[in-house]
């Protein structure tokens, strides 16, 4: 009776930390997805207000991308419908290269005027890769690996070069990346040493709490270095106007005081 009742209890207690662990992980999603959806939707309104600054497309679309690896769960695990939940959980697939290739272009919007030749190369491998992956060919998998691996690689490329070159701001963004790499990094070496392997987080530990805390700060760091960016240039942008308003304005007075000596 004894060994019945522990059973009972291990078997309703794990039921109770399964629903906690889903209920946490949904609210937490849901919160991020929400506040991801919301910063692209507000930068793809700077794009339409001012189209020359393409970097707001290129971020409202790396944003919106990042916001569908939340979303999704959350709808499959809420929606009853198996047909969609496959559709919905397949659309990640590409949303994957797209993101990479989002964040590809949003940094040759930064550092590069126009954009560099090269960068159609981006272009046609993104659609090669969705036109494999949507038609299900063999090799789609790992024409996706390549295309994510070449994609950081390249991404990390012109971060390097832009802050050897000292071009503005590019500190910000090498941080936001370093952070992702480092913080990542942490969470996947705690977990490869947890006993028996566990790469799973669960339960309410402190050791755990960090863990999740960690990777959530490892996944906003780069939207977070992105965002600051764009709000540091767009207020060096506009004290430059101002700088150069108070020239004209000085210009403007001293042709009228010269046309009145005159």
């Known amino acids: 009776f004894d060994k019945e009742y522990d059973f009972r209890y291990s078997l309703d207690k794990a039921i109770e930390d399964e629903v906690m662990n889903s209920l946490v992980f949904s609210v937490a999603a849901t919160v991020f997805g929400v506040f991801f959806i919301t910063l692209s939707f507000l930068h793809f309104l700077l794009f339409l207000f001012y189209p020359a600054q393409k970097s707001n497309l290129w971020y409202s679309i790396f944003v919106a991308m990042l916001a569908s690896f939340f979303i999704i769960p959350v709808i499959s695990t809420i929606s009853k419908t198996p047909g969609f939940n496959i559709i919905i959980q397949y659309s990640i697939n590409f949303a994957i290269p797209v993101a990479f290739a989002a964040l590809q272009f949003l940094l040759y919007s930064f550092f590069y005027k126009p954009l560099p030749r090269y960068s159609l190369v981006t272009l046609a491998a993104l659609t090669l890769v969705i036109t494999f992956k949507w038609f299900g060919i063999e090799f789609s998998e790992k024409m996706l690996f390549v295309f994510i691996v070449a994609s950081i690689i390249e991404s990390t490329r012109v971060i390097i070069i832009s802050i050897y070159r000292k071009k503005a701001g590019s500190w910000i963004i090498g941080v936001g990346i370093i952070m992702f790499l480092l913080l990542t990094a942490f969470v996947l070496a705690i977990m490869a040493f947890s ?68």
């Open 195 to 262: 006993p028996n392997n566990n790469f799973v987080i669960k339960g309410a530990s402190i050791l755990n709490i960090i863990l999740v805390l960690t990777l959530l700060l490892a996944i906003v760091s780069i939207p977070l270095s992105m965002s600051i960016y764009l709000a540091w240039d767009f207020a060096r942008t506009n004290k430059d106007l101002q700088k150069q308003l108070v020239q004209v304005k000085l210009l403007s007075e001293k042709t009228i005081e010269q046309e009145r000596e005159k």
